[in-house]
């Protein structure tokens, strides 16, 4: 059965990847594709168009992530690239689904070195951002550090817990 979702929702997620993400993303030094990301995805979240343009610079990032040598800035475009990517949620009842709503807090977490950045994204996280979480399943296993961390802001966000 598919989530049931509306635009507002998916841009609620998307404004809260964007917040989660923005930290980070002085650590990816003169590439401008993570804050062409964040900005276009900010740009949804504030109610533009849901656009390949959106896609394209989404993947754009996610290519710089690649490119980077520094796995900070790696890991801060990568979390640039979640966020632009949280427009597109879908509504399939799938634990994968939550990468597209946390997946931006853990890389940023990630690239800043910081725990307590996970902290921050549980307090930043708006009712209807814990509403969509729980309509999908738990995060899944796997996907290393980054994964861990997704897994304790899901499980914290869940439970209404520190994380």
């Known amino acids: 059965m598919p989530v049931q979702l509306s635009l507002d929702e998916i841009r609620a997620v998307t404004a809260y ?16 594709r993570p804050r062409a ?8 979240a504030a109610g533009a168009g849901r656009t390949k343009a959106l896609r394209d610079v989404a993947w754009a990032a996610h290519r710089a ?11 801060a475009a990568r979390a640039a690239g979640h966020a632009a990517g949280a427009a597109f949620l ?21 690239a800043l070195g910081d725990d307590g950045h996970l902290e921050r994204c549980r307090d930043l996280a ?17 996907y290393g550090r980054a994964g861990e961390l997704m897994r ?12």
């Open 65 to 75: 992530a690649r490119e980077a040598s520094d796995a900070s800035a790696r890991e």
């Open 37 to 44: 990301a964040i900005d276009t995805a900010r740009a949804f």
């Open 126 to 142: 708006p009712p209807v951002v814990v509403d969509v979480l729980r309509r999908y399943p738990p995060a899944p296993p796997g």
């Open 90 to 110: 879908h509504p399939l009842a799938t634990a994968t689904q939550v990468g597209h709503i946390l997946g931006a807090a853990a890389s940023a977490t990630l």
């Open 152 to 163: 304790a802001l899901d499980a914290a966000l869940r439970s209404g817990t520190p994380t």
């Open 17 to 32: 990847a964007v917040a989660c993400a923005e930290p980070a993303l002085a650590l990816v030094g003169d590439d401008p």
